[in-house]
């Protein structure tokens, strides 16, 4: 139902809304209520738990458009209208884990499974650092044949040979000791999102071998080993209710990410929630304006699964508060082996074609992809 607001002040009834019917007050009432909390969340960063729940609850366009409003002003106010780009490469599709939502896990049999060699990985950085990326994002699943000190040359050499650049890994759960040694390479970032911060809701989302405690506690380790530590959910997952959203929330403005990863749940054909209903794109965007207001230095990519729901997705999401976009680098023939989910964008595209569309989406709504690192801003 779209109720036209008046200008009247927040607190104030006028005599116009007093004479809507008691649905349309209702329904006004738990607006109002919403953007106060969305004032109260920008101002103080934190809501406590019912309070979370009551926003979520209330994402009409109305109260969306408000909270993208704030978000915007917000990025603005430390990022100004900069995109930051992130060129990944998806060096192996090949994964030792299951988890029920993802197209590379290992019980995928109907995968051809492929991994880049040390002199791949360079040549797609080569070439990215010619399109102008300064972050290259190194992505796979866990694929053991890869060992840390294969990681730590590759990050080492990306690291002499670009040294304006950072790297980010995004290849999951590891020893404390693994992850040290990353990081003596000079590795960067690391991106590992944390999927749901509710045990039991991760239960379902993993089978049994996986574990939430073992997640948390390498989100722990990255972040004392002094990484920019990125964590992160899919909005829409099965199973995932208010509850676990504003647990979510609350996870993260106490765990305080450098960089959040927030995209709609995308079911694959070759899982078991295949036929599991998308994630909201609506929620998805009022997500990242949440994120935005609480964190507000936050690193907040406009994800490719964003793009994938619509069209304009991306764009979408930086007017919602993103400020990081993140194209492929991969070279196109692996690209559609790398399928979380199922139609993923730009899988055809060469990379320079990916860079120059992204700068031109990013300018038809006002904002410019920057030739920079995009480090956290304290
Ligand atoms: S989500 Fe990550 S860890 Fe899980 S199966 Fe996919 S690639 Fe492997």
Redesign the pocket.
């Known amino acids: 139902m779209a109720v036209k607001w008046c200008l009247a002040p927040i607190d104030f009834i006028c005599y116009h809304c007093a004479l809507l019917s008691s649905e349309e007050r209702i329904f006004m009432e738990l607006e109002m209520e919403a953007k106060k909390l969305i004032d109260k969340l920008e101002l103080e960063h934190k809501l406590d738990k019912d309070e979370w729940i009551s926003l979520l609850d209330s994402c009409s366009d109305e109260v969306r458009e408000y909270a993208a409003e704030k978000a915007r002003a917000v990025a603005q106010s430390v990022y100004g209208n900069d995109v930051f780009i992130r060129g990944i490469v998806e060096f192996s599709n090949v994964?030792?884990?299951?988890?029920y939502?993802?197209?590379?896990?290992?019980g995928n049999c109907n995968l051809e499974r492929y991994k880049l060699t040390e002199e791949d990985i360079l040549q797609c950085c080569k070439a990215g650092y010619r399109y102008g990326f300064r972050t290259f994002v190194l992505q796979?699943?866990?694929d053991l044949s890869y060992t840390t000190e294969d990681i730590c040359r590759i990050v080492s050499r990306i690291k002499s040979e670009f040294p304006d650049c950072a790297v980010t890994l995004s290849i999951?759960?590891k020893s404390r000791e693994d992850y040290a040694a990353y990081k003596e390479a000079g590795a960067d970032r690391y991106l590992l999102r944390h999927e749901t911060a509710n045990k039991a809701h991760y239960e379902k989302l993993?089978p049994d071998e996986m574990s939430w405690d073992n997640r948390m506690r390498c989100l722990r380790d990255l972040k004392e080993l002094g990484f920019q530590t990125g964590c992160g959910i899919m909005v829409g997952s099965p199973y995932q209710t208010t509850e676990c959203i504003a647990d979510d929330m609350i996870f993260m403005s106490e765990f305080k990410p450098e960089m959040i990863g927030i995209g709609p749940f995308l079911p694959h054909k070759d899982t078991p929630f295949k036929d599991e209903p998308k994630g909201s794109y609506e929620m998805t965007l009022f997500l990242l304006s949440l994120c935005r207001l609480m964190l507000p230095h936050v690193l907040l990519p406009a994800t490719t699964a964003l793009g994938t729901i619509r069209p304009d997705g991306r764009e979408q999401g930086v007017m919602s508060g993103a400020n990081v976009i993140m194209p492929n680098l991969s070279p196109t023939e692996v690209r559609d082996k790398y399928m979380?989910y199922d139609n993923k964008i730009c899988t055809g595209d060469a990379s320079d074609k990916c860079h120059d569309c992204v700068e031109a989406r990013m300018k038809l709504i006002g904002y410019r992809v920057v030739v920079d690192r995009g480090d956290y801003r304290v």
């Open positions: 994964c030792k884990n299951d988890c939502y993802c197209g590379i896990r290992a796979s699943g866990e999951g759960e993993h979380l």
